[in-house]
């Protein structure tokens, strides 16, 4: 099978994008949204002075600085994935405009919802086949699975419970109430993504345009 060549610097470039409008659409249909996504979200709710897209980016900071701790290193690649995740975070803000333009019916929340998920899922195995650092919410999980040494999708599995259980009980333990609760998105995600992961790996074959990967980034791509 002959297999496309892209460059990772434009995957990316749609990566935050696309990762942005899924994460927007899956919060307007009020089904909850991706558990990543959930933690600043509920946070936005509880301190609505600063924007969804601002918490985003706090708490991505709070990741890539985990990530540096646990390997005991300062890396530049994590520097610049979180530039990349104050990008994400703007582009949420963008999507959160023109979206509260639309309508919102029992019909079309399901139909944002079902987009979203599956926007995201594509998004994430993008990222993650790029070759470029990427957003820190993506970043963190396949780091963690080299660290632990352990399949990527039980790695972002677990992140993505954690993250539920945070959203939990900030949103039962202030909001009163569940606010951006997504349990089916936690147990699915992970699976989802690999999927996807194994079709863009049978298909295309990411490169870097401008920077020659390094041998463990060359690796890591087939994670």
């Known amino acids: 099978m002959n297999k496309k060549y892209l460059p990772g610097e434009l995957a990316l470039c749609v990566v935050l994008i696309i990762n942005s409008l899924g994460v927007c659409l899956m919060a307007k249909s009020g089904f909850g949204i991706s558990t990543i996504s959930s933690v600043p979200f509920v946070f936005n709710k509880v301190f609505p002075s600063l924007s969804f897209g601002t918490w985003n980016y706090i708490f991505q900071t709070l990741l ?41 019916t029992m019909a079309l929340n399901v139909l944002y919802f079902a987009l979203g998920f599956l926007i995201i899922g594509f998004g994430i195995a993008l990222a993650n086949r790029c070759m470029l650092p990427i957003i820190p919410t993506d970043t963190f999980p396949r780091d963690m699975s080299e660290i632990l040494n352990k399949p990527y999708k039980y790695v972002k599995t677990t992140f993505d419970l954690c993250c539920l259980t945070t959203t939990l009980v900030l949103s039962i333990g202030i909001l009163h109430g569940l606010h951006g609760v997504g349990v089916l998105c936690a147990f699915i995600t992970g699976k989802t993504v690999s999927m996807f992961q194994k079709m863009l790996d049978a298909h295309v074959v990411f490169y870097r345009a401008l920077i020659r990967p390094t041998k463990s980034e060359m690796s890591r791509h087939t994670v």
């Open 64 to 104: 890539v600085l985990s990530l540096m701790i646990l390997k005991k290193a300062f890396c530049f690649e994590y520097i610049f994935s979180f530039v990349v995740g104050i990008g994400f975070g703007k582009m949420i803000d963008v999507h959160d405009a023109w979206l509260a333009l639309l309508p919102n």
